[in-house]
């Protein structure tokens, strides 16, 4: 398994967040998972939702969007993890 930090972000209190990644082999499965980096502990801090793109026939671009779920800043990362 391939696992990495694809980006880092920073959302303000409440906002959200739309990034894109291109270029990923279509044959691969990828999991994304995104990790805030500045403690806040008592709630959730960060929602996410995956979209994916067929760019061509052999490659696919996510668009990954974030949500601060918390009442401050927060800084995060977006990290990947191919499955096969």
Same mark, same amino acid.
């Given at each position: 398994m391939q696992v990495g930090t694809q980006f880092t972000g920073t959302l &303000? &209190?409440?906002a959200t967040g739309r990034w894109f990644t291109?270029?990923?082999p279509?044959?691969?499965h990828v999991a994304w998972t995104f990790m805030p980096t500045t403690p806040r502990p008592g709630a959730a801090? /960060? $929602?996410w $939702?995956?979209?994916v793109e067929? &760019?061509?026939g052999s490659t696919v671009t996510y668009w990954l969007t974030v949500t601060n779920l918390s009442a401050a &800043? /927060?800084?995060f990362e977006g990290r990947y993890a191919v499955l096969n």
């Open positions: &303000a &209190a409440g291109h270029s990923w279509a044959d691969w801090q /960060l $929602d $939702d995956v979209e067929r &760019a061509t &800043a /927060l800084d």
